[in-house]
C-alpha cells in the first residue's frame, strides 16, 4: 500500500497516510484543523554509503542533490 504526503492548505499541517491506491485521488481530512488537505507530489532520493562513510546521492534517484554537481554530500549547505 502506497504511502502519500499532504499539505492542509489551511493551517499548514503536513502528514503522511497510507492509502490503497485506489483512494488516492479521494479526499482527506487534515488531522490538525479537521480541513480538506492536498495531496503534494512526493519526491525520495537514495543514498549509499561510500568506503570513507561519505553519504552520496546513488544515480538516477533526484532528491535535492539532483542539481549538484559535487557529487559529494558533506558539500551541501542543507
Not at 499532504?6 to 487534515?30: H, M, T, V
Not at 544515480?59 to 551541501?76: M, R
Amino acid at each position: 500500500m502506497p504511502i502519500y504526503e499532504y499539505a492542509c492548505p489551511e493551517c499548514g499541517a503536513r502528514f503522511e497516510q497510507l492509502r490503497p491506491l485506489s483512494e488516492s485521488d479521494k479526499e482527506i481530512e487534515c488531522p490538525k484543523c479537521h480541513k480538506t488537505a492536498r495531496r503534494k507530489i512526493s519526491s525520495f532520493s537514495c543514498f549509499t554509503t561510500t568506503e570513507g562513510g561519505v553519504p552520496t546521492p546513488v544515480a538516477g534517484t533526484g532528491g535535492p542533490c539532483s542539481g549538484c554537481t559535487s557529487g559529494d554530500c558533506s558539500t551541501c549547505a542543507s
